[in-house]
């Protein structure tokens, strides 16, 4: 079977922790990442197989983030990037929030439950041109 791989443009989004709320005397918790995972969803749907992958999978995934103003010149070079900016995204988000994200998005619907991944490659790092890659591959 072959891989299947996904690209979603802009910025990658990182799952947010659930919160609870007091309304009328009940505790309510929600996702407040169920709008960024949905968008997500929409965006690869059509990508989907059939029916969600049953067996072992592996998952590879980059992340490119947008680099930061300070990354590059100023004045007439602002357009350059400068010699010493880094290759890899160290700051916030981190890298296991951004992984949980995408499972939890392309649960049921990639696959049939995120415990069949065996193999995950997750890595963050800059590019001028934002996005996730995936690349889904059956073992």
């Not at 049953?54 to 103003?69: A, G, N």
């Not at 995408?102 to 890595?123: E, G, M, P, Q, Y």
Request: net charge positive; aromatic share 10%; with cysteine.
């Amino acid at each position: 079977m072959e891989p299947i791989k996904l690209i979603v443009l802009g910025d990658p989004r990182a799952q947010k922790r659930h919160r609870a709320v007091r309304m009328g005397g009940m505790i309510r918790q929600y996702d407040p990442s169920a709008s960024d995972k949905a968008d997500f969803l929409s965006v690869v749907q059509n990508q989907a197989p059939e029916e969600p992958f049953s067996c072992p999978l592996r998952v590879d995934m980059i992340f490119f983030f947008t680099r930061p103003r300070n990354h590059y010149y100023t004045g007439k070079r602002a357009d350059v990037l400068r010699d010493n900016a880094p290759e890899w995204h160290t700051s916030k988000s981190d890298v296991d929030n951004n992984v949980k994200a995408i499972f939890d998005a392309l649960n049921k619907v990639f696959w049939r439950d995120d415990s069949i991944i065996c193999v995950l490659t997750a890595i963050k790092k800059y590019s001028s041109k934002p996005r996730t890659e995936i690349t889904i591959t059956p073992l």
